[in-house]
């Protein structure tokens, strides 16, 4: 089974072999690393561990927290495609897609941004209208979107008062990006942890260029 553990760790330098250290003595293997955000002599860093069968995920805590000055934001299964490449993947992709390019979006951004969907849409307060969207992305038939039509990205936490109530239960965060054409890209995933702003600004990055891309002529 692998895991997505979110940790908040000194920025020094050795940090990240004692926690590598400390999970490999417990057995368990990290399979990638991303470092989120760096600053204030902290480090935020994403790492996917796979837990063995006979292995509990409270001793995955109990072996990182064996490191002094380390902290668990957040622990949850992770299912998603394990790659060192993804944004040079997808990047690559984009080049390809023509008026793919949405359904290209939603289907490859929640590997690339370890979220859980995505959903490429546009509209007001009023109603939506959905233009792709992934296999895990939920319904927004009726789900009220104050926050559009959207100029800027933006951090969707899960305890905002238009977030519907199963969502807030199930600690959907999300986060959103203009796109192409009065579009919107829409990022979630259960359980959180929430969107950090590195992540959001990842986000803005590769709907810019999928937005630049998407306008050339083709050749």
């Given at each position: ?13 050795g ?15 990290i399979?990638s ?121 933006v ?34 995933r ?5 969107f950090?702003?590195?992540?959001l600004?990842?986000?803005t ?12 002529p083709?050749?």
């Amino acid at each position: 089974m692998s895991y997505l553990l979110r940790l908040v760790v000194p920025d020094r330098p050795g940090i990240l072999g004692a926690v590598a250290t400390a999970l490999g003595l417990a057995g368990i293997d990290i399979v990638s690393v991303d470092v989120l955000e760096r600053g204030d002599g902290i480090a935020v860093d994403d790492i996917v561990v796979e837990l063995p069968e006979d292995r509990v995920v409270d001793g995955l805590i109990t072996a990182v927290m064996t490191v002094p000055g380390v902290q668990v934001e957040s622990l949850r299964p992770f299912s998603g495609q394990l790659d060192t490449h993804r944004e040079l993947e997808l990047l690559e992709s984009l080049g390809r897609a023509g008026s793919g390019t949405a359904a290209l979006l939603a289907g490859e951004l929640p590997r690339v941004l370890h979220a859980g969907w995505a959903a490429v849409l546009a509209g007001t307060t009023d109603g939506v209208s959905v233009h792709a969207a992934s296999e895990a992305a939920p319904d927004l038939t009726g789900v009220a979107l104050p926050w559009l039509p959207l100029t800027a990205p933006v951090l969707l936490p899960s305890e905002e008062d238009w977030v519907p109530a199963l969502w807030q239960e199930m600690a959907v965060e999300m986060m959103a990006a203009p796109f192409d054409g009065g579009a919107v890209v829409l990022l979630g995933r259960s359980g959180g942890p929430a969107f950090r702003r590195s992540e959001l600004l990842r986000l803005t990055h590769l709907t810019g260029i999928a937005a630049t891309v998407a306008q050339l002529p083709p050749v």
